[in-house]
């Protein structure tokens, strides 16, 4: 979306991404870092439990604070495709298991927004030049 890493405050990454494995001698995490690139961990949604981080997601999608723009198309695939797995009664599942399907996208957008981003949006200025415009 036209931005640059100096516009970003700060990026956020799965915590995963600080994880030393056999195959890796420096973390995906530090090489963001190396690259000039600062990211910090999200919220691990297991802190908050998961049921309680699908309804922050959801909240957030009723009052207009999240949207997912077009270009985001496997994340609106995942979105209509997934679902709560139901009992027997057609009930959401009180396990907090969710229904088999796609949700990588899902669980990055849900860390995401348990950690409550904010938009600054800065001064606000406002300029009219109208000609007609008696001060």
């Known amino acids: 979306h036209d931005r640059k890493v100096s516009q ?17 001698e420096v973390t995906i995490g530090d090489q963001y870092s190396n690259a000039g690139i600062p990211c910090t961990r999200w919220t691990r949604t297991q802190e908050m439990g998961f049921k309680a981080s699908v309804n922050m997601l959801r909240l957030d999608y ?6 997912v723009c077009e270009r985001c198309e496997h994340l609106s695939h995942e979105q209509q495709v ?3 797995r139901m009992d027997d009664q057609q009930r959401i599942d009180m396990r907090e298991k ?3 399907g796609p949700d990588h996208l899902i669980d990055t957008v849900r860390a995401w927004v348990c950690d409550d981003p904010q938009y600054d949006v800065g001064e606000l200025v406002i300029i009219d030049t109208a000609p007609d415009l008696d001060m």
Request: glycine share 0%; charged share 30%.
């Open 98 to 100: 969710p229904d088999v």
């Open 82 to 84: 997934w679902r709560w």
């Open 8 to 24: 970003v405050e700060v990026f956020k990454m799965d915590p995963a991404a600080w994880a030393f494995t056999a195959a890796n």
């Open 62 to 67: 009723a009052r207009d604070r999240l949207s």
